[in-house]
């Protein structure tokens, strides 16, 4: 079974700084894309940030210049350095990862997601 626990949420002040993380466990074979997506009271999940295995990376616009997303060198763990925040940001972030499994009939791709960790940014 394949978990991913993130960590790194919190409360912080306009223009200051958090980074989060999110680590996948379990029986894996390799892991795929993984992202952040982020969920604000009363709008839709979307897509903040998502690395590639190969390190290729795709931002929201709204993130652009001020977020940047990174994998360690196991590419089990993925960060998400937020800066220059503002109450905009605030949000539940939740990590996903598109991760390969060994089944009967052999390897298959799933998407996992984390349990969601709150950011919220004061004015």
């Known amino acids: 079974q394949v978990q991913l626990v993130e960590s790194g949420g919190g409360l912080v002040q306009a223009g200051g700084s958090l980074r989060l993380s999110c680590a996948a466990s379990g029986i894996i074979l390799s892991i795929n894309t993984m992202g952040w997506y982020r969920q604000a009271p009363g709008r839709q999940r979307e897509l903040v940030a998502a690395?590639?295995?190969?390190?290729?990376?795709n931002y929201a616009d709204s993130v652009k210049g001020r977020f940047t997303i990174s994998r360690d060198n196991a590419k089990t763990t993925v960060y998400l350095q937020m800066n220059s925040l503002t109450p905009e940001d605030t949000a539940v972030y939740y990590c996903?990862?598109?991760?390969?499994?060994?089944?009967?009939?052999?390897?298959?791709?799933?998407?996992?997601w984390g349990q969601g960790t709150q950011v919220t940014v004061s004015s």
């Open positions: 996903n990862a598109y991760v390969v499994t060994r089944a009967t009939m052999g390897p298959i791709t799933n998407d996992y």
């Open positions: 690395v590639t295995r190969t390190d290729s990376t």
